[in-house]
């Protein structure tokens, strides 16, 4: 994977940085590394599943950028490439219900031994934030997926359940931990 030659943009969570040191004032900030495997094949699946979104859809999300699809190898639908720009609507899958929660992907990176993205959120998500999800292949050959967020509750109706948002995102962090293992 070749690193992208284009600028970067700002982004909250400095996905591209070893340790997040500047964390802006205002929001929740949190971090967390979940070993994934070991191994340079281990990374290259896991950073393929990862950037077409598999880490949001194994958590209990449907992800939908404009309708499109792609075709894995086995002839699977799955969503498109994550792409910087993108603004998929993330629906969190509550039973029959599916709550919508409009993003935009800031920046998408690939290189050599890291990998991911960062998406945030757009006008009608429970939360105002940013995410990056960054895959790391250290020298000793593990993987991790690590975490990086900042949110606060949005204006209106939800900062009424900002308590039911914090325990979802306690949630959804634990299973996002556990979505390319296998």
């Known amino acids: 994977m070749a690193e992208q ?30 070993f994934v495997g070991r191994g340079r094949d ?25 309708g499109d699809i792609d075709v894995d190898g086995d002839g699977a639908a799955r969503p ?3 792409e910087r720009g993108q603004e998929p609507t993330i629906r ?13 992907v800031i920046d998408v990176f690939e290189a050599e031994d890291r990998c991911g993205f960062t998406y945030g959120t757009k006008p009608g998500h429970p939360i105002t934030g940013e995410e990056s999800f960054i895959l790391i292949r250290t020298a000793d050959d ?10 606060r509750a949005e204006q209106g109706i939800w900062r009424l359940g900002e308590l039911i948002v914090r325990l979802a995102q ?11 293992r296998r």
Do not use: M, N
């Open 5 to 34: 030659s284009q600028e970067r943009p700002e982004t909250l969570t400095h996905p591209l940085s070893p340790r997040w040191l500047e964390r802006p004032d205002g929001y929740r900030h949190f971090e967390s590394a979940y």
């Open 42 to 66: 281990t990374f290259d699946r896991c950073a393929e599943e990862l950037l077409h979104w598999e880490v949001k859809i194994r958590s209990g999300f449907d992800i939908d950028v404009d």
């Open 80 to 82: 498109p490439r994550v």
């Open 92 to 104: 969190v899958r509550l039973g029959p219900f599916r709550l919508p929660e409009p993003s935009r």
């Open 142 to 151: 593990r993987v991790f997926l690590v975490l990086r967020s900042v949110s």
């Open 170 to 180: 306690i949630v959804y962090r634990h299973r996002y931990g556990r979505a390319l």
